[in-house]
Structure formats: C-alpha cells, structure tokens
C-alpha cells in the first residue's frame, strides 16, 4: 500500500524538511531534495509507522469489543423482581 499525502501536507512536509537542515544541519537542502527525502521516508519508513497505527487501532478496539457486554449489559426478568419487593 503506497501512502499518499494531500498536496498540502506534502508540501508543508518539504518546507519543514528544508526547515530542519538549515536549523539542525547547518546546510540548506533543495526543494527537489527534500521532495525525494520526504519520497524516501514515506516509501521506507512510511509503512512501519502506518502498521503500527494500525495495530494500535486494532488493539484499542480489541478492548471496546470486550468491555462492550459489560457497558451494554441489561439484566434480564426484572420486572416481577420489582414487583415483589416492594
């Protein structure tokens, strides 16, 4: 699964890659380098960060759906139980 960003967002992620280098690196890095760089991590590393996330979804699901019993438990046959304390 390749993963895209909007044009946005991928061009906020260059000027922020360009950003870093002149901060961080002490050099500047060109618009078209820092387009590949972003390729490269997105390509890469891209899809560990994604199949992380996706196991975290999973797993915090995992746990909606156990406690779902619990949270939208009804006792059942209450109706002459309540009638006869009284």
């Not at 909007?6 to 061009?11: H, L, N, P, V």
């Not at 002490?26 to 994604?50: K, M, T, W």
């Not at 979804?57 to 759906?65: D, G, K, N």
Request: aromatic share 10%; glycine share 4%.
């Amino acid at each position: 699964m390749t993963i895209e960003l909007s044009k946005e967002a991928r061009a906020t992620a260059v000027r922020s890659i360009e950003r870093y280098f002149q901060e961080n690196m002490d050099e500047r890095i060109g618009n078209i380098q820092a387009a590949a760089l972003l390729n490269f991590f997105l390509e890469e590393i891209g899809p560990s960060v994604y199949n992380k996330a996706v196991a975290d979804a999973q797993e915090r699901m995992q746990l909606r759906v156990t406690e779902l019993d619990i949270e939208c438990h009804e006792d059942e046959f209450l109706y002459w139980r309540k009638r006869t304390k009284g």
